[in-house]
């Protein structure tokens, strides 16, 4: 099997058995939202032959002390031979807004092989194996963004 895919065959499978994610958002010298803060919950997974869906729940707070506030996202995995297509639930099940295809790079991870166009604001991916689970790292750029997102899931044990 050619590299590129041992690295898409590994997060797929690491994507099955994922259950809790935290993640960091941090603005850039350049964001004007000044969103920063930390957050946590579960990930519940479907899985389908050729599709994995996170349903993810917990809470996100801002720096400084601010009260916690629940989120909840759907997140559709799509497997697709030499790369994972990432799509996000906002308007339904029927109706997933595409975000980016993850291809294999050279260092063993996977990364948007083109940014995602949203308005005037780009957004891309990285997608980094860990031991225990994966992360996956969001760049969000535009006039008024100069984001980072950094997801780290963990799988079960």
Not at 59 to 87: C, I, Q
Not at 116 to 141: K, M, P
Request: a negative charge; proline letters at 4%.
């Amino acid at each position: 099997m050619p590299p590129e895919n041992a690295a898409i065959i590994e997060t797929w499978q690491r994507l099955a058995d994922t259950r809790a994610l935290s993640f960091t958002a941090t603005p850039g010298p350049d964001s004007t939202t000044g969103w920063a803060g930390r957050g946590h919950g579960t990930v519940a997974v479907q899985r389908n032959h050729d599709s994995i869906r996170f349903l993810e729940h917990g809470s996100f707070a801002l720096d400084g002390g601010s009260t916690p506030v629940a989120f909840h996202n759907v997140y559709h995995w799509r497997y697709m031979g030499d790369r994972l297509s990432l799509s996000h639930e906002r308007f339904g099940s029927d109706a997933p807004a595409w975000l980016f295809d993850l291809v294999a790079n050279d260092a063993g991870g996977l990364i948007s092989d083109a940014a995602h166009r949203c308005g005037a604001d780009d957004y891309r991916g990285r997608l980094v194996l860990a031991e225990q689970g994966f992360s996956l790292h969001w760049s969000i750029c535009g006039p008024r963004k100069d984001e980072s997102l950094i997801y780290h899931y963990h799988c079960a044990d």
